[in-house]
């Protein structure tokens, strides 16, 4: 058998996702549909409000997504958003929406398997309720609690590289993977491979600016689209969410 083969000559391109998030597809034009992209940052950030404001947008454009919500309680993220102006119940009972949360003793039950193994496990389940709604979009947040053998660097690096691959290939939506940056730390994810292997890495932070502080999005990858990396101020709106003003450099003093 041979290790390479042509590859099927077939109709090739990408389609877009728009985000939805107010200036920001005006950039970056969308994202790689079917694709997975990495919303990384230290805490605080607006990291969950950036992927929340991606599926609103999308369920308001016909595209239901899923929310996996890995270390907050249901009803905290319901309140949570309610507070914030957005009723998540009307996108919940129309189906435009499905928040799926871990199972407390997921962590025990898969420790010291196969990387494989538990990644079938999570994308088997996600890919349950993405069939009933029709999932065009997906969100995890975040993904460090589901590695659960992360003391084992080459465990660590084989499970979120068949966990991406399997997301992308066995229910082919497009994905933001939601990483913690340690505070004061230079890495860009929590693992160290998450950057690698996304189409995309959106770094969210706060900078001090003379004598105030305001919130930033590093483009720092976007794959196959001519966007070069940029920092970029952004705001938190009620109701909203994310709303990119432009570029830090052309902020007025």
Do not use: C
Not at 31 to 52: A, D, M, Q
Not at 187 to 202: M, P, Q, T
Request: glycine content about 12%.
């Amino acid at each position: 058998m041979p290790e390479v083969a042509l590859g099927e000559h077939r109709k090739y391109g990408y389609q877009l996702a728009k985000t939805g998030i107010e200036g920001l597809d005006e950039i970056i034009g969308g994202l790689l549909r079917g694709r997975t992209y990495l919303v990384t940052g230290e805490t605080g950030t607006g990291k969950t409000l950036f992927s929340l404001t991606f599926l609103i947008n999308g369920a308001e454009r016909g595209e239901p997504g899923i929310y996996v919500l890995v270390d907050e309680e249901y009803d905290d993220f319901l309140n949570g958003a309610y507070d914030f102006g957005w009723d998540l119940e009307k996108y919940l009972n129309s189906g435009s929406l499905q928040i799926l949360t871990l199972m407390p003793d997921f962590v025990e039950r898969m420790r010291n398997k196969p990387a494989e193994t538990v990644v079938m496990s999570i994308v088997d389940n996600i890919a349950r309720y993405a069939r009933q709604i029709g999932a065009k979009r997906l969100v995890i947040d975040p993904v460090a609690p589901l590695v659960v053998n992360e003391g084992d660097v080459a465990w660590t690096r084989e499970y979120i590289k068949s966990l991406i691959i399997n997301l992308e290939k066995r229910i082919g939506t497009t994905n933001i993977i939601v990483s913690e940056i340690p505070t004061g730390s230079t890495s860009l994810s929590r693992f160290g491979v998450e950057e690698f292997l996304a189409a995309g890495v959106f770094v969210l932070g706060i900078e001090r600016v003379g004598s105030e502080f305001v919130r930033t999005l590093f483009l720092r990858k976007m794959r196959w689209r001519p966007v070069p990396p940029g920092l970029y101020e952004f705001e938190i709106v009620r109701g909203k969410g994310i709303v990119v003003k432009g570029k830090l450099s052309q902020r007025r003093f």
